[in-house]
């Protein structure tokens, strides 16, 4: 990582209450090296420069923690990134937890040989890749259930990612998504589905982004029952016909 783009990181993660130290450095740096790398055989970011990554990417996703620390101790706790992709916001915040578990569930298989590359590469323990999709997770009885938060990023609005988020989290988990500018019309439209599959809405925090004045917004869900066992639907349906 050149110098100016180390400092972004550095001084941006600073902005957010975190000091990285050297070995974080040095996982991001080559984070982002393959990143970049493999994005040119297979489409894992529409985002180009390093400055973009480490901005848009990498503080995005770290953006989350201190907000999560303020509901629950993020320390050794299991976290699932719902579609993660390229692994956000799942792996930086790995990067900066080290002592989560985290799962990494990716629809795509070839985003996943990517995942498994990255977790090879910079020798992350107690981090799992899951290639499927949330719906078939969410049935099974390893998954269902077992996380005290599921994340997720971009994967779909909120109505439909209720569906493939809550059946994931245990009775007194959250449910954390990041969205971005429409959170208010999401959260209309999802209110009644969110509370039919077992959650509440207990938070609403609005997060800054450094260098960048774009809305972020991250809605914390609380899982106060069970999800009944009808939910998650059968794969398409819950994109097809949110309820
Ligand atoms: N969360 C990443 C981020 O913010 O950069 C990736 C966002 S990308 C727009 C959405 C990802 O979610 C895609 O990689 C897609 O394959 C995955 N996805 C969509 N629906 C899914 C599902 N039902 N189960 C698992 N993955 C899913």
Known sequence: MFKEDESILIDGAQKMGINLHKEQIKKFSRYLELLVQWNQKINLTSLKTPQEIIIKHFLDSISCIK???KYINIEGISIIDVGTGA??????IKIVC????????????????FLEKIIEEINFQKVEVLNGRAEAFGKCPDYREKYDIVLSRAVALLSTLSEYCLPLVRVGGLFVAQKGRSYKEEIDKALKTVQFLGGELIGVENVRIPFINQERHLLIIKKIKDTPSKYPRKEGLPQKRPL
Request: net charge positive; hydrophobic share 40%; glycine share 8%.
């Open 98 to 113: 080290p002592s989560i578990s985290l799962s990494l569930l990716e629809a795509r298989k070839k985003k996943t040989i």
């Open 67 to 69: 907000v999560i620390n």
């Open 87 to 92: 692994g956000f916001p799942g792996i930086p």
